[in-house]
């Protein structure tokens, strides 16, 4: 068992990653679980820390768009103007992998993830790290992603060096995933930057389809994702709800007796019931509630996302 430091000193905490240690930190999106890219042990203890299949490839985070050469290699010219328009941002390029870069970080794909986190802390940790950095979403594998330093901690405590502790993050869903390895960009996980914001610049973009050959690509999407404990079912309005003395209700519209619930979170548009939901999540399990009711969404923009999301924790 380790000793997890909780740390909000940048310097401190990207020490631990210099030596080869794992270390949780923010971004906009959800927090981190980061380990130097170039370094095969490190992602090894990451892989034992989040008991994540090795399966699953990582994505490697950068602070400045000048690091991206020397991750990738051949960047179409398609992934150089999705770089100028969105990073940084929460969005992920798949693009051909460059040799320097471990095979186990792409669990043995010959592409891998880079991504530019639009967070001052985060950029500022990765500068100090001083080398690329790995990063999956900082919970144990199959849990919702942590949105709080104090989730990390309750899923990684005694199993990681360091904490780098900040405020909640500001999206709440990870990062959007397009593959650009390929000609046309192909989005393999929605997120904040909408299909039409990628189509802006790049108006071939398309979404994935579950038997896409590049959806195979991304073994993320295959695994268990973002289950709470609890069951989650998906309503169009909470008028539909059974009555359950042991039910929690997220959603956009308000419930007739919210008395009557564990757990209620009304938010007041799609980002602020995108940037709730894994926490009401883990708020949820900590409760012990049995049965999330969770209100769909029309699955446009950011929509799309979020119920995305609730349909991986509903399926499970
Ligand atoms: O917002 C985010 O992306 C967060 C923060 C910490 O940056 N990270 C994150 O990492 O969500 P993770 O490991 O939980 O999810 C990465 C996703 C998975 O679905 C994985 O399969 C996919 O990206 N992925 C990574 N590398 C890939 C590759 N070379 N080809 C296809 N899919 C890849
Ligand atoms: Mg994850």
């Known amino acids: 068992m380790l000793r997890t ?22 971004t906009e999106t959800v927090y981190g679980l980061g380990a130097d890219a ?17 399966d699953n490839p990582m994505i490697v985070h950068v602070s400045d768009p000048s690091e991206i050469d020397g991750i990738g290699s051949n960047i179409p010219k398609s992934a150089i103007r999705l770089i100028e328009a969105f990073f940084p941002g929460p969005l992920t390029l798949v693009l051909t992998r460059d040799p320097r870069i471990p095979e186990v970080v792409s669990a ?21 790290c001083g080398r690329p950095v790995v990063a999956p979403s900082a919970n144990v594998s199959g849990r919702p992603s942590p949105t709080t330093w104090q989730s990390v901690f309750e899923d990684l405590d005694g199993r990681i060096s360091c904490i780098l502790k900040a405020d909640p993050t500001r999206v709440g869903l990870e990062s959007t995933v397009v593959d650009c390895s390929d000609e046309v960009p192909v989005v393999l996980r929605t997120g904040s930057i909408t299909l039409g914001q990628l189509q802006s610049v790049e108006p071939g973009a398309v979404l994935g389809r579950p038997n896409d050959a590049a959806m195979g690509r991304s073994p993320g999407t295959r695994h268990r994702h973002y ?24 959603g956009l519209a308000a419930h007739p007796d919210p008395e009557s619930l564990v757990g209620y979170s009304v938010a007041a548009d ?26 769909s969404v029309r699955r446009e923009g950011l929509g799309a996302a979020l119920m995305d999301r609730i349909h991986r924790a509903v399926e499970r």
Do not use: W
Request: proline share 6%; with cysteine.
């Open 108 to 128: 043995g794909l010959t592409t891998v993830g880079v991504r530019m986190p639009d967070h001052p802390i985060a950029r500022e940790f990765l500068r100090a």
């Open 5 to 26: 430091i909780l740390t909000s000193n940048i310097e401190e905490a990207a020490g631990f990653i210099r030596s080869g240690e794992v270390v949780a930190f923010p």
């Open 227 to 250: 289950a709470p404990t609890a069951s989650v079912v998906l309503i169009d309005h909470p008028s539909d709800m059974a009555p359950d003395a042991n039910a929690a209700y997220i």
């Open 270 to 295: 799609i980002e602020s019931y995108a940037r709730r939901l894994f926490e009401f999540f883990r708020e949820c399990d900590r409760r012990g509630v049995e049965t999330i009711y969770c209100q």
């Open 38 to 54: 170039l370094n095969a042990v490190a992602i090894q203890k990451l892989f034992q820390a989040k008991r994540r299949p090795s």
